[in-house]
């Protein structure tokens, strides 16, 4: 091990000691650390001042209660959530998610994962993530619009256009955002449009939002493909989840001719041999809001819903994790590349284990981490703040075609960048670096803050 490595593991060390019980942060955090050594060699100006220090402090936590008044005329009470992680770039910019399962360690790894995915963005945005662990399923509308009034209610005074600007994750989409946007435009007396992103097209949401990080990631591997003089035609895909990113993946994976076999959701997963019928999966997941194991009766023969086991048991040529982190693990890495696996990419933050990324690595399989591979959503929210700021709407093929140069250049910098440093072909590396670099300059011209 050498000196800048010490160095290294004595800042990761800190970061575990000062953030106790907190697993995903300390794994978000060792991954980029792993690939800092290389940088800080060739430039030691980015570990002075104790720069990689303050990146892996967040500027600011918030968590507050969220009391609310259930259907029954109960009184119920959740934790929110809000990490402005860095602002050195823009103001905070991430999503903010509803699952039982969140806690301020998922929500500081999250909002780090995303500094320096909204740095590969090139955009003007910063770092930041919320949430809270209510759990939506099974509540009604009513109940959803007023847990997230609630929210909002003492959210809103640490947001704004030019302070912190969230948008959706797993549990939020649209409507909630909505409800959201309603109480904070009440309370501010202003019709803000830039404060939150992922709104509905009528009040000022930018077309191709909803479908941007799906439609990202499979740019992203289509970009990844090509080197390899390789494509999407006739590819078997396997997608989890069948949220937001998963249908949107799934949707741009068959208009480039590939071919999805198999999606899930947390309660198992459905195979189909003839290609999944996605316009029945946005039936059951977009308008009915219902279960992925309906999708069998609905459909008829010829597919299967398996209650457990693993999604990534189905071969595979192409593999897109797309439901939520750590859903990938060392024995699953193995089964897809024994299946001949030629590519995997992270459409959701950090879905594939440490082991399952390093395998990835080992077997020479293109891997794509979340960092770069879901960044086409973020990207359209600041392309969607921008036709705020200047009033204006743009068409679904103007904001496509930004997104996918935008994808592009993201691949490019993540791969020149591997190249660079003596890794050719590692995009996590590639990822990190490249980053980091943009954040750390940005912190360096700024001064102790
Ligand atoms: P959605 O809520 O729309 O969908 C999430 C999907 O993942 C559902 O199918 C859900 O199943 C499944 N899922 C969620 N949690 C678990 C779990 N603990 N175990 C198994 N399955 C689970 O969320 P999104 O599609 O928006 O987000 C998916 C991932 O993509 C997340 O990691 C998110 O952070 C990331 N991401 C999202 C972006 C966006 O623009 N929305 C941008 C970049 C990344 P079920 O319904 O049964 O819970
Ligand atoms: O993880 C993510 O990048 C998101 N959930 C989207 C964040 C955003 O501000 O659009």
Not at 87 to 113: C, T
Request: net charge negative; glycine share 12%; hydrophobic share 40%.
């Amino acid at each position: 091990m050498n000196t800048v490595d010490e160095k290294l593991q004595s800042i990761l060390a800190t970061v575990v000691h000062r953030n106790a019980g907190e697993p995903e942060f300390h794994q978000a955090a060792r991954e980029v650390l792993e690939s800092l050594g290389r940088v800080i060699a060739r430039n030691p100006e980015y570990s002075a001042d104790a720069l990689i220090e303050r990146i892996c402090e967040p500027e600011r936590q918030i968590i507050f209660r969220v009391p609310w008044i259930d259907d029954n005329n109960e009184v119920q009470i959740n934790r929110g959530f809000r990490v402005q992680f860095n602002s050195a770039l823009g103001p905070y910019k991430g999503g903010i998610r509803f699952h039982p399962s969140v806690n301020v360690g998922i929500i500081k790894f999250l909002g780090f994962e995303q500094t320096f995915k909204n740095a590969l963005t090139g955009m003007p945005i910063g770092g930041g993530k919320g949430g809270s662990d209510f759990d939506p399923k099974g509540r009604s509308d009513r109940e959803i619009m007023r847990f997230c009034q609630s929210f909002m209610i003492e959210l809103h005074r640490h947001i704004g256009e030019y302070v912190d600007v969230p948008a959706g994750d797993i549990g939020v989409g649209a409507r909630e955002i909505g409800y959201m946007f309603g109480m904070y435009k009440r309370l501010n007396n202003r019709f803000e449009a830039g404060v939150l992103t992922g709104k509905g097209l009528v009040y000022g949401g930018s077309r191709a939002r909803k479908e941007a990080t799906g439609f990202g990631t499979v740019f992203f591997v289509r970009s990844m493909l090509a080197l390899k003089g390789t494509d999407f035609d006739g590819k078997r895909c396997v997608v989890s989840g069948s949220g937001n990113v998963a249908i949107y993946a799934m949707e741009k994976v068959l208009s480039l001719g590939g071919k999805v076999i198999a999606c899930s959701d947390s309660g198992g997963y459905v195979v189909d041999e003839n290609g999944i019928d996605l316009d029945l999966i946005k039936q059951i997941k977009e308008v009915k809001r219902g279960r992925i194991s309906e999708y069998v009766a609905l459909k008829g023969d010829g597919c299967s819903y398996v209650k457990a086991g693993s999604i990534w048991d189905v071969p595979c040529d192409i593999a897109l994790p797309c439901a939520t982190q750590n859903e990938l693990h060392g024995g699953d890495a193995k089964t897809l590349i024994e299946n001949g696996v030629i590519a995997v990419a992270e459409g959701a933050n950090m879905p594939c284990t440490p082991e399952a990324v390093q395998m990835f690595k080992q077997a020479g399989t293109l891997f794509a981490p979340g960092k770069a591979a879901n960044a086409g959503g973020v990207a359209t929210s600041a392309l969607e703040m921008q036709q705020n700021a200047s009033r204006d709407s743009w068409s679904f093929a103007k904001t496509e075609s930004r997104l996918e140069e935008i994808m592009i250049n993201i691949h490019d910098a993540c791969n020149e960048t591997a190249e660079e440093y003596g890794a050719p072909g590692d995009y996590v590396l590639g990822a990190n670096i490249a980053g980091f670099v943009r954040v750390a300059e940005a912190m360096r011209a700024m001064g102790v803050i």
